[in-house]
């Protein structure tokens, strides 16, 4: 009787473990399958144990820590492994230093000093008033490409031609984009060679003192691409901080040093301000007036420029969720354009008031200052100037030039998967000065068509920046309005420059010469 009593006893205890564990099983498919909160996977009672006992605390800081670092490390730092084998991008220690250095040897140049030239047409007033709506216009549109460079998938667009094809689709976007890119770096690549090696002739000639030179000017463009392609030998865009450091303050001294020199000499005899001083054609003519007005206007807007480049520029910092590459590039941005405010007002006020309406309409500001200063000027001062001209002309190519070695060796590596060699890498270089040399020399006549190309490349500046924040942000509606009407405004004018140059070259025509530099 007692054997039956505790087999009861023995049995009905192992039916309550059983129900016991059945419901502790039930339990959590009841949590996963409940409405109220999401599905939880069931934790090893062990690792709960372990991970609270004092040994596991250094542990669980380190996953802690990791996690983190890979969550931050994911979201922001999503790179191409193939970014690490290019110019531009094999470097991502820049700063706010370098972004600043960048941004003023490629913001500041010889166009500049054709400013004084648009207000022989639009005046004081409006000319005061143009150059400062253009100022904010396309400092705007760069505060917008700063923000485009990291999207919110944690993608870094370190090439402005890749953040338009994200923006506007693959087709689409190398059409609108693709040409004007191009032509931003390696027509101005051409002019700089020009420039520089026409500048580097008259140098000579301050410096000895005899008006004839022993070199023709093929042999001076010769000379100076010589000169750039050896620093151009320089591997990535990190490497050439401190060449477009030099190139800055080249640029902003001879600035300087000719508004300078331009306001505190007596005027020529004979200065006005008669505005609009118009071509004789244009006088009688209205719809030459207007073209001629929108030409002035070309001149202002072309004197900003770098926007093809503020995205190169920034991919070369690191970034991070607690300092994202925006912030150093912002920093660096709003110090260069502070310089460059206080470049190009003075250049363009100070020298419409030095010269009026006798500003030479080729060279702007420097022939104007050898033309009616160059007696009664120290030849220190006039070939200093030239010297920095050079100097400047000779570090904006390394900078303007980098999206094409880029682009070159992109193709190489997409071809080939792995890095482009040293000896490669050096004859893409000496390749491209070669070629850029040999236009130069071809088509003397190219600065003739900068209104023309130029207006073509408006939008790269002023329009696109804009379209592509609507498309890729999706901001609210008042500020997607504002961003449509500002770049449709910039398309406008755009459309507007190309179509006053075309009639200013079917009016007045353009002296066409081949392999005949002057």
């Given at each position: 009787m007692s054997s039956e009593v505790t087999e009861v006893k023995v049995n009905s205890m192992s039916s309550a473990r059983r129900a016991a564990d059945c419901s502790e099983i039930e339990t959590p498919a009841a949590d996963m399958a409940s409405p109220a909160g999401p599905p939880k996977t069931p934790k090893s009672p062990f690792a709960s144990r372990f991970m609270s006992t004092p040994l596991a605390s250094p542990m669980k800081k380190a996953i802690v820590s990791m996690q983190g670092y890979l969550e931050e490390v994911g979201h922001f730092t999503k790179l191409d492994p193939q970014d690490a084998w290019l110019p531009i991008t094999e470097s991502r220690n820049g700063n706010a230093y370098y972004s600043a250095f960048h941004t003023l040897s490629s913001g500041i140049g010889v166009q500049a000093l054709l400013l004084p030239l648009s207000f022989?047409?639009?005046?004081?007033?409006?000319?005061?008033?143009?150059?400062?709506?253009?100022?904010?216009?396309?400092?705007?549109?760069?505060?917008?490409?700063?923000?485009?460079?990291?999207?919110?998938?944690?993608?870094?667009?370190?090439?402005?031609?890749?953040?338009?094809?994200?923006?506007?689709?693959?087709?689409?976007?190398?059409?609108?984009?693709?040409?004007?890119?191009?032509?931003?770096?390696?027509?101005?690549?051409?002019?700089?060679?020009?420039?520089?090696?026409?500048?580097?002739?008259?140098?000579?000639?301050?410096?000895?003192?005899?008006?004839?030179?022993?070199?023709?000017?093929?042999?001076?463009?010769?000379?100076?691409?010589?000169?750039?392609?050896?620093?151009?030998?320089?591997?990535?865009?990190?490497?050439?901080?401190?060449?477009?450091?030099?190139?800055?303050?080249?640029?902003?001294?001879?600035?300087?040093?000719?508004?300078?020199?331009?306001?505190?000499?007596?005027?020529?005899?004979?200065?006005?301000?008669?505005?609009?001083?118009?071509?004789?054609?244009?006088?009688?003519?209205?719809?030459?007036?207007?073209?001629?007005?929108?030409?002035?206007?070309?001149?202002?807007?072309?004197?900003?420029?770098?926007?093809?480049?503020?995205?190169?520029?920034?991919?070369?910092?690191?970034?991070?969720?607690?300092?994202?590459?925006?912030?150093?590039?912002?920093?660096g941005v709003k110090f260069a354009y502070l310089i460059i405010a206080m470049c190009l007002f003075p250049i363009a006020i100070g020298g419409y008031w030095a010269y009026g309406n006798l500003i030479p309409s080729n060279g702007g500001m420097l022939n104007a200052l050898n033309n009616y200063y160059g007696h009664d000027t120290s030849k220190f001062v006039l070939g200093f100037t030239s010297l920095l001209v050079v100097i400047n002309c000779l570090t904006s190519f390394q900078i303007y030039a980098m999206p094409v070695f880029d682009n070159l060796e992109f193709r190489y590596t997409s071809c080939m998967n792995k890095p482009c060699p040293q000896w490669l890498r050096a004859g893409f270089r000496i390749l491209f000065g070669c070629f850029a040399c040999f236009i130069a020399v071809a088509l003397p006549f190219l600065p003739s068509l900068a209104g023309l190309i130029g207006g073509v490349a408006v939008p790269i500046t002023l329009a696109y920046p804009c379209f592509m924040w609507i498309l890729i942000t999706k901001p609210p509606k008042h500020i997607a309005i504002f961003n449509w009407v500002l770049g449709s405004l910039g398309i406008v004018l755009s459309i507007l420059i190309v179509t006053g140059a075309i009639w200013n070259i079917v009016t007045i025509g353009i002296e066409v010469h081949f392999f005949k530099p002057e």
């Open positions: 022989t047409v639009l005046g004081w007033v409006w000319g005061i008033i143009c150059l400062s709506v253009a100022f904010i216009w396309q400092l705007y549109t760069l505060w917008l490409l700063i923000q485009l460079h990291e999207s919110q998938s944690g993608m870094r667009y370190s090439r402005y031609l890749r953040l338009s094809m994200a923006a506007f689709g693959e087709k689409l976007g190398k059409l609108l984009s693709l040409f004007p890119i191009m032509y931003l770096s390696g027509g101005t690549c051409v002019t700089l060679i020009m420039i520089g090696g026409g500048t580097m002739k008259i140098f000579y000639q301050i410096v000895s003192g005899n008006n004839t030179s022993p070199l023709t000017i093929v042999e001076w463009y010769l000379v100076f691409t010589g000169t750039a392609i050896v620093l151009a030998q320089l591997p990535n865009l990190n490497s050439i901080a401190g060449v477009s450091l030099i190139g800055a303050i080249a640029a902003v001294t001879y600035c300087t040093l000719i508004w300078v020199v331009s306001i505190t000499r007596d005027r020529p005899a004979g200065v006005n301000y008669d505005y609009p001083a118009l071509p004789p054609q244009a006088k009688s003519d209205p719809a030459a007036s207007v073209f001629s007005i929108l030409n002035a206007i070309g001149i202002t807007v072309f004197a900003f420029r770098g926007h093809n480049l503020v995205l190169e520029i920034q991919g070369t910092m690191p970034s991070s969720t607690k300092c994202p590459s925006r912030l150093p590039m912002w920093k």
